[in-house]
């Protein structure tokens, strides 16, 4: 079950990620400037994240069989009209749906982790993260591959019938449970900024993710300045390539699981925080160009794709011992943070480039994993006081 949930999340994960690569073939196929075919990939995400808030909340108050089957199902019909859409403007409601339907991931691991011994729930959410990681990596590749093949049409109509099929699965698989909330629909939106504003663990875990995702965000906008500016003259496509480093992810993840369920999410956040740190390190080498520059690369991109990765981990396993009743909810609240976090360290980072090139993007990164490391050490301090 754990196995085929990963793959789920991958899988609709995957949607939010694959309009990217396929998003120079939109604008041939349908006549447009490169420039406007991006607004795909735009309200794609847009749909992301407004789901997030708007539906992700449903996990506490309906049961998640029938919550799952309905997304993956309006998610598969969303793919299909896109894979069908006759131009451009259709093609971005259709986006818009898919994105707003395809938050499976935020709701499948607060479920999970009720179905599971409080000692599994570090390892089952590394897992799920794992298959999320997967879909987000292998998606591009998937998209663009397929697209150059056969169309730009195809990976829509492909997903389509993948997410549909997903559906029947699980509709079949998925055990029966009940809904742990009775609240309302508006009273669940209510109870994801009280809980921000009640439990200071959720706001730790928050700060924290936004911080590490801040600089995994500040990095990747970086990089793809620095591989196709002068240092290295490479195309768009080294980005791609030097991403799928990155899968190395997916097996370091559910191992990070197993540290949170035998030490606790703490001693796990000061490892990835210190990581995070020394990433910015290695990561600053890339500046020098050459292999030498590349390797750096390479090596300080995966060091903090796992240290962030893992710190999502460690951050979830203590959020969702908060409550068992609003797992969701608190997932909600958390994961609304990180993207924001996300958000501005994009923007952030290509300022910093703009301002001090290569460098400034690595001390930004190493400034935000500096300012999660004094958040812990102070909360390290008044835990040893008390």
Known sequence: MVL????????????????????????????VSADTA???????????????????????????????????????LGLLGGGLAPGLVPLIGASVLVGVTTVIAPIVAPMAAG???????????????????GGMLLSRAFGGSLGEWLGWRAPYLT???????????????????????????????????????????L????????????????????VALVLTGPVYGLGASAVGLLALVNAGTMICTPLAGRQVDRRGPDAVNLVTILAVLAAAAVLLLGGFGGAVGLTALAVGSLLLDVA??????????????????????????????????????????????GAFGWPGVCGLV??????????????????GER
């Open 38 to 76: 991006t607004l795909v990939v735009t309200a794609t995400q847009f749909g992301y994240a407004g789901g997030i808030f708007l539906l992700v909340p449903l996990g506490d108050r309906l049961p998640c069989r029938p919550l799952l089957v309905t997304l993956l199902s309006l998610t598969g």
């Open 366 to 383: 190493a400034a935000l994993a500096a300012l999660a490391l004094v958040r812990h050490v102070l909360h390290l301090r008044a835990r």
């Open 308 to 353: 962030m990765q893992s710190g999502m981990v460690a951050n979830q396993v203590r959020i969702f011992a908060l409550s068992d009743e609003a797992r969701s909810r608190l997932n909600t609240a958390y994961m609304t943070c990180a993207y924001l976090g996300g958000s501005i360290g994009s923007w952030l980072g290509a300022r910093s480039y």
């Open 115 to 133: 179905l599971v011994p409080k000692g599994r729930r570090g390892a089952v959410t590394g897992t799920l993260l794992s298959g999320s990681i």
């Open 159 to 201: 997903t389509a019938a993948l997410a549909l099929l997903l559906a029947l699965v699980l509709s079949r698989a998925l055990p029966k449970a009940a809904a742990p909330s009775r609240q309302s629909y508006p009273a669940l939106l209510g109870a994801t900024l009280h809980l921000l504003r009640t439990e200071p663990e």
């Open 203 to 222: 706001r730790r875990s928050g700060f924290y993710q936004a911080m590490l995702f801040g600089g995994f965000s500040a990095l990747w906008t970086g």
């Open 4 to 31: 085929l949930l990963a793959v789920v999340c991958g899988v609709a994960v995957g949607n939010v990620y694959f309009p990217q690569a396929v998003s120079p073939l939109v604008a041939d196929g349908l006549g």
